[in-house]
């Protein structure tokens, strides 16, 4: 059973980075034809996909978002993670992460975790 865990503070001042950290267990990110996402959903909105990391650590970003998100991984740690720089309160939202086989469904997420952008 592959399980996915966000990490990361709550709350994050407006044009500052705001950093999370996905940990994998039961499963690796290297596993052959696996994407490892970010995904949020702004309060009262629908989902936004972020970006993703491939099992070869290839990424692909939302165009919306490409300028000011990064996405990594530390395969020794098993690991991705997410930066998303000069944060303003549009980008408070509760942050998912989720694994999929090639571009297909989620098979797997995390429970989420909130993060509140404000002074």
């Known amino acids: 059973q592959v399980q996915l865990q966000e990490s990361g503070p709550g709350l994050v001042k407006p044009s500052q980075t705001l950093s999370l950290t996905c940990t994998v267990s039961?499963?690796?990110?290297?596993?052959?034809?696996?994407?490892w996402s970010w995904i949020r959903q702004p309060p009262g909105k629908g989902l936004e996909w972020i970006g993703y990391?491939?099992?070869?650590?290839?990424?692909h970003y939302n165009p919306s978002l490409e300028n000011r998100a990064s996405i990594a991984r530390d395969t020794s740690k098993n690991q991705f993670t997410l930066q998303l720089r000069s944060v303003t309160p549009e980008d408070t939202a509760v942050y998912y992460c989720?694994?999929?086989?090639?571009?297909?469904?989620?098979?797997?997420w995390g429970q989420g975790t909130q993060v509140t952008v404000s002074s």
């Open positions: 989720a694994r999929s086989y090639l571009k297909g469904e989620y098979d797997y």
């Open positions: 990391i491939t099992y070869a650590a290839n990424t």
């Open positions: 039961g499963g690796s990110i290297t596993t052959n034809s696996y994407y």
